[in-house]
T-cell receptor
């Protein structure tokens, strides 16, 4: 089986930095993804980590430690439009199917 | 930039009816998937498809579900006899070769 945990909700202020954590236990690990999902819309790809370390992409960075079963998504210079759910997902097995966490709902306040 | 497309955007059906949800994956991608998301819940894997056959399916993907790639572009999900609990957003996704999956906009299925 697999288990993916992330906080249910977070609140942050416009212009600030927020870190969303994800811990997981799984077999057949083929990488960890972060997606953004606005209400009623599809998940949108943000980042992909398959090796340990930090991946940076503009205002978004993602970190992975496979030995600790831990990842985080870092969002800098928060904007109001960053209010959304952030989904941590594990790619598993030879099919690379994605197993999603329940998502973290981020509210950015002025 | 190429995108995954899905039709229809919203489907309303009566319980017991058959529905077919359609997807056009990104053209050079090799792996195709269906996921569903019941309102307020997490995204759940249904089925993966590679080399013209199902490569993996979840427990949710029972005998009432089937998938097809009838031609070189379309990828369909059929639900044979819909139930109330099938009401959800259904997302199609594709990936080129075992890395990033790109999602279509989804079909909202409402079963009455």
């Amino acid at each position: 089986g697999q288990n993916i945990d992330q906080p249910t909700e977070m609140t942050a202020t416009e212009g600030a930095i927020v870190q969303i954590n994800c811990t997981y236990q799984t077999s057949g690990f083929n990488g960890l993804f972060w997606y953004q999902q606005h209400a009623g819309e599809a998940p949108t790809f943000l980042s992909y980590n398959v090796l340990d370390g930090l991946e940076e992409k503009g205002r978004f960075s993602s970190f992975l430690s496979r030995s600790k079963g831990y990842s985080y998504l870092l969002l800098k210079e928060l904007q109001m439009k960053d209010s959304a759910s952030y989904l941590c997902a594990i790619a598993k097995d030879s099919s690379y199917k994605l197993i999603f966490g329940s998502g973290t709902r981020l509210l950015v306040r002025p | 930039e190429p995108e995954v497309t899905q039709t229809p955007s919203h489907q309303v059906t009566q319980m017991g009816q058959e529905v077919i949800l359609r997807c056009v994956p990104i053209s050079n991608h090799l792996y195709f998937y269906w996921y569903r998301q019941i309102l307020g819940q997490k995204v759940e894997f249904l089925v993966s498809f590679y080399n013209n056959e199902i490569s993996e399916k979840s427990e949710i993907f029972d005998d009432q579900f089937s998938v097809e790639r009838p031609d070189g572009s379309n990828f369909t999900l059929k639900i044979r006899s819909t139930k109330l609990e099938d009401s959800a957003m259904y997302f199609c996704a594709s990936n080129p070769a075992g890395d990033t999956q790109y999602f279509g906009p989804g079909t909202r299925l409402t079963v009455l």
